[in-house]
Every structure is written in structure tokens, then in C-alpha cells.
């Protein structure tokens, strides 16, 4: 059974970061797409960033130039580097991998494998 581990949930005042981790298991970020997520209580799921496994990146215009999706293939790990938060940036936060021949940029098609969320809030 595959699971996503996400960690790295906070509170920060806005203008500040936070990084986000996932952990997959048994499936590796080496051959697999990844990507993060992002929804807010009555509001659809939004796709924020994703990375192919040769390590190129899509972000949602929303986020760009402020976050940063990247990789550490020894470690299994994905990371989300966000900076410069918002408020409107409060959200729960859900790792995602799918095989790059299913999935493997943000905002075109759903990935099959999710993690449960973990939670970031910016006050203003």
C-alpha cells in the first residue's frame, strides 16, 4: 500500500516561510511525479506545484516566484519551500505521485497517490 507522509505544518505571520516535506513509501520521487496541492474549507483543491522526475518544475501563477518544489532522491523526499506568505495562502497542504506516464504537471489531470494534508496558516 502506498502512503504519503507530509510534515512540516505552521503558523507564520505573513512574509514569512515555511517548507514543507513528503515521504513516499513504497514508491520512489526517483521515478515518480510529484506535487503539491492545496484547499481551503468550501473551495475546490488547487494544484500549486509539481515536479517531473528529471527535476522540472510547474507552478501555479499564484505561487510563482514565491515557492519552490524540489527533490532530494537519497532522502525520498519532496519538498515545497514556500516564502513571502500570504494570508490567502492558509490552506491545507497534500502531497501528491503518480508514474510520469499518468500524471506529472499542475493543473492538467489529477495524481493517484495522496497524502492526508497537513496544515498552513498566515496571519496577516
Known amino acids: 500500500q502506498v502512503r504519503l507522509v507530509e510534515s512540516g505544518e505552521g503558523t507564520v505571520q505573513a512574509g514569512g516561510s515555511l517548507r514543507l516535506s513528503c515521504t513516499p513509501s513504497?514508491?520512489?520521487?526517483?521515478?515518480?511525479?510529484g506535487g503539491w496541492f492545496r484547499q481551503v474549507p468550501g473551495k475546490e483543491r488547487e494544484g500549486v506545484a509539481s515536479?517531473?522526475?528529471?527535476?522540472?518544475?510547474d507552478y501555479a501563477d499564484s505561487v510563482k516566484g514565491r515557492f519552490a518544489i524540489s527533490k532530494d532522491n537519497a532522502a525520498n523526499t519532496l519538498y515545497l519551500q514556500m516564502n513571502n506568505l500570504k494570508p490567502e495562502d492558509t490552506a491545507m497542504y497534500y502531497c501528491?505521485?503518480?508514474?510520469?506516464?499518468?500524471?506529472?504537471?499542475?493543473?492538467?489531470?489529477?495524481?493517484?497517490?495522496w497524502g492526508r494534508g497537513t496544515q498552513v496558516t498566515v496571519s496577516s
Open positions: 515536479l517531473d522526475t528529471e527535476g522540472s518544475a
Open positions: 501528491a505521485a503518480d508514474s510520469p506516464w499518468s500524471w506529472c504537471t499542475v493543473g492538467a489531470g489529477t495524481p493517484y497517490y
Open positions: 513504497p514508491l520512489t520521487y526517483r521515478s515518480s511525479c
